[in-house]
């Protein structure tokens, strides 16, 4: 099916390595951020989530790290695998019912 | 469980046709979401139901689009007289009740307009 990659920052991972991918968020007042998962021709698929009043939390294999400070946001995988490769978006929710705002996705690679 | 379920997956409409899009959410779940996603974008939302009730509609891009949820589960997207400029994913998710927690995306319907 169609890359849902096309024209977004590429991030390319030797199996087994650990791969940290950064996520600049835009409104200071979001409570809520989620890392999603995008395979070609699938609908985001969650991997983990944080709240505003953490900055760390740690699922399987993976780690989200918050800096409210800076605004930003980063998702850890550890030993990455080769069913890692997907486009990664992280996303913030602008309202109390949970309205995403979605960034604009790295593309990540993994290389035998 | 079953997850969010979204029919048809793909629609292939010339230009002026309407078009209606489907989504079953996670049974139970009050709190739907539409969003749009164009080729190599993030998912953009287009409009919020919590139940039956449409909280937010202030995504969708112009009067030709309409979304309905009159029973507070299936949802309907519709377009009419489609442009080319629709041709996207359209991306269906549910929440178990109001509120910012974990989305449940469906798996899309690609429309392409020709």
């Known amino acids: 099916g169609e890359s849902v990659g096309l024209h977004l920052p590429t991030l390319s991972v030797q199996e087994g390595d650990n791969s940290i991918i950064n996520c600049a968020y835009s409104n200071s007042a979001s409570d809520y951020f989620i890392w999603y998962k995008q395979e070609s021709g699938k609908g985001p698929q969650f991997i983990i989530d944080?709240?505003?009043?953490?900055d760390k939390r740690q699922g399987q294999r993976v780690t989200v790290l918050l800096n409210k400070t800076v605004k930003h946001l980063s998702l850890q995988i550890a030993a990455t695998q080769p069913g890692d490769s997907a486009v990664y978006f992280c996303?913030?929710?602008?309202?109390?019912?949970?309205?995403?705002?979605f960034g604009a996705g790295t593309q990540v690679v993994v290389t035998p | 469980g079953a997850g969010v379920s979204q029919s048809p997956r793909y629609k292939v409409a010339k230009r002026g046709q309407d078009v209606a899009l489907r989504c079953d959410p996670i049974s139970g779940h009050v709190s739907l979401f539409w969003y749009q996603q164009a080729l190599g974008q993030g998912p953009e939302f287009l409009t919020y139901?919590?139940?039956?009730?449409?909280?937010?509609k202030s995504g969708l891009p112009s009067d030709r689009f309409f979304a309905e949820r009159p029973e507070g589960s299936v949802s309907t997207l519709k377009i009419q007289r489609t442009q080319q400029e629709d041709s996207a994913v359209y991306l269906c998710a549910s929440i178990v009740s109001g509120g910012p927690y974990e989305q449940y995306f469906g798996p899309g319907t690609r429309l392409t307009v020709t």
């Open positions: 139901f919590q139940n039956e009730a449409q909280l937010d």
């Open positions: 996303a913030e929710t602008l309202d109390s019912w949970g309205k995403l705002q």
């Open positions: 944080i709240r505003s009043n953490m």
